[in-house]
């Protein structure tokens, strides 16, 4: 027991001295995190409000395959990921695998499902008097759609927040397809993993803790959000 | 002779296999308040939809201004405007919320005055509601600032389902007064459905019954629905809470409605004798409405738990000394009874 309280307070010392090879796996886990959610932001969310707004052949399929897509395991998107930009995959020549950008690819692919299932359902919870009153006051189709977007504004945002925090809790794909490189691709799960591994708790303490703070910040900006979309 | 604002014929709507709406003919005047009363499931809400151009009926024609809706929607939805029972806000300020439908329209110049008029309209100081967002307001005020939104559009046609149902007194009265504005100001026609028949037949031009989607009646008819019987005497019997009985004839065994138009029945003081009708029954006026279309008095009387509707003449109401409370006797013909259904 003594070890992980010691493990604690060094943890604590690690942060505040400003360990340079922690806060490199920080600030990896933010830029690798940043772009993977803007990149399933801006495919999910139209995708999503497609699939809850519009009326189209194969739309129950499509809404089953998401909802099953949510529970896609992370070693099974990096494997996937993996096998497609290795050499010898299809996407081999632009170079991704073990970088920056091929950890956001995965991490794309994984969040994706969930910014589409929760916007879907956010534009098929919408109040129905919605389109009515947006009706009435003169909205023309396209109008009605943009409005209807705009109305579900907090339920999407809140989609893209479960999904951040899927992104930055994933270890699976970050260390199959970045490869867990010191100073380039090391994320926090993946060292969190590497230092346990050695027994070096303090740097795994310290790495967790500032994974919980974002944890608790994301979980916080949620809980807010979903008091805004109950109103 | 003018072209009706509306004119509808044979229209029909289904909802699945029930018939939710079945008019054979009605037109609507411009500048002027229709009144539309009938109970719950009677069609009022769809016909409102359908005059909204929200719903297109599955049968028949709407007319609008002489033009067939059909395929016109979203242009004459331009000029209609309807605020629910319950409004929906846009998840947004005040402002916002009642500037929308001008931004839509691109009628942005004086967008803040004409916000600021449209909520003086409905009796909310703009400095202190501006600002708001949605979720801080109350039933009443919501409701304002939902008719604000439609008021603000200078509508020609302005639909009510029930615009005061679920308000409080004062947010009523001012609803009303900005209705009240808005014909005065822009002649706004206004369609409107409500349960305040007291107010609605003050300020209606005409009143139509609605039941099970036909029009009963053009004005307050009184309906009795089940619970009739066929009577040994021949005909029908209705029986009422206190014992007493309503008697109507042309029974064939199936009918189970039966209207009754407020201009058939007499009312008395004393307790009449030697009278040809067969349907004398006592009870207490309840309450006395002024009538705008017809300039009489619509009487409500009591009868075994049951409100009858009479018109009367003022005349009559002052030589009867007429007042709530006072017992009375209501009388009408068997004859007089129209089955429905």
Same mark, same amino acid.
């Given at each position: ?8 307070f *060094? ?43 519009a009326?189209?052949p194969?739309r ?18 990096g ?6 930009i290795?050499?010898?995959g ?16 995965? *991490? ?35 109008q ?16 893209g ?7 930055i ?8 397809i ?11 799960t ?9 027994? *070096?708790?303090?740097?795994?303490i ?8 974002i ?13 805004r979309? *109950?109103v | ?22 008019? $054979?003919h ?9 009144? +539309? ?6 069609g009022? =809400? ?11 009926p599955d049968?028949?024609?709407?007319l609008?201004?002489?033009k &067939?809706?059909?395929? !016109? ?19 947004r300020?005040?402002?916002e ?25 409905? #009796?909310?100081?703009?400095?202190d509601?501006?600002r708001?967002?949605?979720?801080q307001?109350?039933g009443?005020?919501?409701?304002? /600032? ?11 046609v ?10 409080d ?8 007064a ?9 002649g706004?026609?206004?369609v ?10 003050? /300020? ?7 039941f099970?989607?036909?029009?009963? &009646? ?6 009795f ?17 206190? #014992?007493? !009985? ?8 199936e $009918?189970n409605v039966?209207?009754? =138009?407020p201009?058939?029945?007499l ?5 009449p004798?030697?009278l040809? /009708?067969?349907?004398? +029954?006592?009870g ?12 009489r ?5 009591? /009868?075994?738990g049951?409100? +009858? ?10 030589e009867?000394?007429?007042?709530? #409370? ?16």
């Amino acid at each position: 027991m003594d070890y992980i309280i010691q493990g604690f307070f *060094q943890a604590l010392g690690f942060l505040f001295e400003g360990n340079e090879e922690l806060w490199s796996a920080v600030g990896t886990t933010l830029k690798v995190s940043s772009l993977s959610i803007l990149a399933s932001l801006l495919l999910g969310v139209p995708l999503g409000f497609l699939l809850g707004y519009a009326d189209f052949p194969g739309r129950k399929i499509c809404r089953t395959l998401v909802d099953t897509l949510l529970a896609l395991p992370t070693v099974v998107v990096g494997l996937l990921v993996y096998a497609f930009i290795s050499r010898r995959g299809p996407l081999g020549e632009l170079g991704l695998l073990f970088t920056l950008p091929g950890i956001a690819l995965g *991490q794309t692919l994984l969040a994706l499902p969930i910014v589409i299932a929760l916007t879907a359902s956010a534009v098929e919870a919408l109040d129905q008097r919605l389109s009515m009153t947006l009706l009435t006051l003169g909205a023309k189709k396209g109008q009605l759609a943009r409005a209807s977007l705009v109305e579900s504004r907090y339920a999407v945002l809140m989609a893209g927040i479960t999904a951040y925090g899927r992104i930055i809790s994933e270890v699976g794909i970050s260390m199959m397809i970045g490869g867990n490189i010191k100073w380039h691709t090391r994320t926090i799960t993946t060292a969190i993993a590497l230092e346990t591994g050695k027994g *070096q708790f303090a740097e795994g303490i310290a790495l967790g803790l500032v994974l919980l703070a974002i944890a608790f910040f994301v979980n916080g900006s949620l809980s807010l959000l979903r008091r805004r979309v *109950q109103v | 002779m003018s072209t009706p604002l509306y004119e509808l014929r044979q229209v029909e709507r289904f909802y699945g296999s029930r018939k939710a709406l079945g008019l $054979e003919h009605l037109k609507i005047k411009s500048h002027k308040v229709l009144g +539309l009363v009938g109970p719950n499931g009677s069609g009022k =809400s769809t016909l409102l939809r359908i005059l909204a151009f929200l719903e297109i009926p599955d049968g028949g024609s709407v007319l609008y201004r002489g033009k &067939s809706a059909l395929s !016109r929607e979203e242009e004459f939805r331009k000029e209609v405007t309807l605020l629910l029972q319950e409004p929906y806000l846009l998840k947004r300020t005040v402002r916002e919320n009642v500037a929308y439908g001008l931004r839509l329209r691109g009628e942005t110049p004086q967008l803040n005055e004409r916000v600021r008029e449209a909520l003086l309209t409905v #009796g909310l100081e703009p400095s202190d509601f501006l600002r708001r967002q949605w979720y801080q307001l109350s039933g009443g005020e919501a409701q304002r /600032v939902a008719l604000a939104s439609r008021l603000v559009l200078r509508p020609r046609v302005l639909l009510l389902d029930e615009p005061t149902a679920s308000v409080d007194v004062g947010s009523a009265a001012k609803i009303k007064a900005a209705l009240g504005e808005a014909r005065k100001n822009w002649g706004t026609t206004l369609v409107v459905v409500s349960h305040d028949f007291q107010w609605l037949y003050e /300020v209606a031009d005409e009143v139509v019954s609605l039941f099970n989607g036909r029009i009963a &009646s053009f004005g307050p008819e009184n309906l009795f629905a089940g619970s009739w019987k066929a009577s040994s005497a021949g005909g029908a019997e209705y029986l009422l809470e206190d #014992g007493q !009985r309503i008697k109507a004839s042309d029974f064939s065994g199936e $009918e189970n409605v039966a209207s009754l =138009s407020p201009d058939n029945i007499l009312l008395s003081e004393k307790e009449p004798s030697g009278l040809s /009708v067969r349907n004398s +029954l006592k009870g207490y006026v309840s309450q006395m409405l002024y009538e705008n279309g017809s300039g009489r008095v619509l009487v409500r009387v009591v /009868v075994g738990g049951h409100a +009858l509707t009479a018109r009367l003449t003022a005349e009559a109401v002052q030589e009867l000394a007429l007042h709530p #409370g006072k017992n009375v006797w209501a009388l009408f013909k068997a004859s007089a009874l129209r089955w429905l259904a």
